[in-house]
């Protein structure tokens, strides 16, 4: 299972390797919402878009 290789290729013990991978977390949703999704909504033609009256 690839979180099992995850998981035995961080050092230290199991306190320090949970801390790495929640900092590791972090920066991914970090760096998703700041600059991946911003780039994608460029080239995606999305209208306003309400749910409601027309």
Known sequence: ????????????PALVRALILLV?????????FEYVFPWVSE???IQ???VGET
Not at 1 to 12: C, E, Q, R, V
């Open 1 to 12: 299972m690839i979180s099992t290789a995850i998981w035995n290729a961080l050092p230290g």
């Open 24 to 32: 590791l977390l972090v920066a991914l949703v970090f760096v998703l």
């Open 43 to 45: 080239y995606l033609e």
């Open 48 to 50: 306003e878009t309400t």
